[in-house]
C-alpha cells in the first residue's frame, strides 16, 4: 500500500476536477450509475482522488476530460497498457476490488484505491485483467451481484510502475 496526503493545493485542484465533471454531465442530463447515495459530485470526487493518487504514484499526467457517456472502463493508458481505477470511500476489512461483472472490466489493468479522508488516499493493489477475472469471486452488499478480490489478493502497488514501464513527469508538467 501507499499513502498519498493532500497538499491544499491538490485537494483544491481535485475537487474543481470533480466539480468540473459534475457541472458538464448535469447539463447534459446524464447522471452516475451508484447504489450508494452520494451525490453525484461525491462519486466524482472520490474517483477523481483515487485516479490522482494513481497518475501520481505513475508520474502519469491526470485525465482531466469529461467524458458524457463515461470514460469506457479506462481512466489512463501507459504504454499501450490501459488502467481502471476502483476506489472506495467506505473503510471495511477486507476491502474488496470489484465490479458489477466480467464484461465492465475492460482495461488491462485494475488498480484499487481508497480515501481514509480528504487528505489522504491510498493505492492498495492492482491485478491484471486475466488475474482479476481468474481470482474474482461472487460477492453482494446488498445492492445487487459483483465480482470481486479481496485486496490482501492483489500486487502490491509499489510494483505498477515498474511493470508499466512508467517514465514519469515532473511537477511542472501537472
Given at each position: 500500500m501507499?499513502?498519498?496526503?493532500?497538499?491544499?493545493?491538490?485537494?483544491?485542484?481535485?475537487?474543481?476536477?470533480?466539480?468540473?465533471?459534475?457541472?458538464?454531465?448535469?447539463?447534459?442530463h446524464?447522471?452516475?450509475?451508484?447504489?450508494?447515495?452520494?451525490?453525484?459530485?461525491?462519486?466524482?470526487?472520490?474517483?477523481?482522488?483515487?485516479?490522482?493518487?494513481?497518475?501520481?504514484?505513475?508520474?502519469?499526467?491526470?485525465?482531466?476530460?469529461?467524458?458524457?457517456?463515461?470514460?469506457?472502463?479506462?481512466?489512463?493508458?501507459?504504454?499501450?497498457?490501459?488502467?481502471q481505477?476502483?476506489?472506495?470511500?467506505?473503510?471495511?476489512?477486507?476491502?474488496?476490488?470489484?465490479?458489477?461483472?466480467?464484461?465492465?472490466?475492460?482495461?488491462?489493468?485494475?488498480?484499487?484505491?481508497?480515501?481514509?479522508?480528504?487528505?489522504?488516499?491510498?493505492?492498495?493493489?492492482?491485478?491484471?485483467?486475466?488475474?482479476?477475472?481468474?481470482?474474482?469471486?461472487?460477492?453482494?452488499?446488498?445492492?445487487?451481484?459483483?465480482?470481486?478480490?479481496?485486496?490482501?489478493?492483489?500486487?502490491?502497488?509499489?510494483?505498477?510502475?515498474?511493470?508499466?514501464?512508467?517514465?514519469?513527469?515532473?511537477?511542472?508538467?501537472?
Amino acid at each position: 500500500m501507499i499513502e498519498f496526503s493532500l497538499t491544499p493545493w491538490e485537494l483544491q485542484f481535485l475537487v474543481l476536477a470533480a466539480e468540473r465533471r459534475t457541472v458538464v454531465k448535469q447539463a447534459y442530463h446524464v447522471r452516475n450509475q451508484r447504489c450508494q447515495h452520494k451525490s453525484d459530485f461525491a462519486t466524482h470526487l472520490t474517483g477523481v482522488l483515487g485516479e490522482f493518487a494513481v497518475a501520481k504514484l505513475l508520474g502519469h499526467k491526470l485525465d482531466l476530460s469529461v467524458h458524457i457517456g463515461g470514460d469506457g472502463g479506462t481512466d489512463m493508458e501507459i504504454n499501450a497498457r490501459t488502467i481502471q481505477v476502483k476506489t472506495r470511500n467506505r473503510h471495511y476489512s477486507p476491502m474488496y476490488l470489484y465490479v458489477n461483472s466480467p464484461s465492465d472490466l475492460r482495461a488491462d489493468v485494475v488498480v484499487l484505491a481508497s480515501t481514509p479522508s480528504l487528505t489522504e488516499v491510498r493505492v492498495l493493489g492492482w491485478l491484471e485483467k486475466h488475474e482479476f477475472l481468474q481470482q474474482a469471486t461472487p460477492l453482494n452488499f446488498g445492492h445487487g451481484g459483483r465480482i470481486g478480490v479481496p485486496s490482501d489478493n492483489l500486487r502490491d502497488a509499489e510494483t505498477l510502475k515498474d511493470f508499466l514501464g512508467a517514465a514519469g513527469v515532473t511537477a511542472d508538467e501537472w
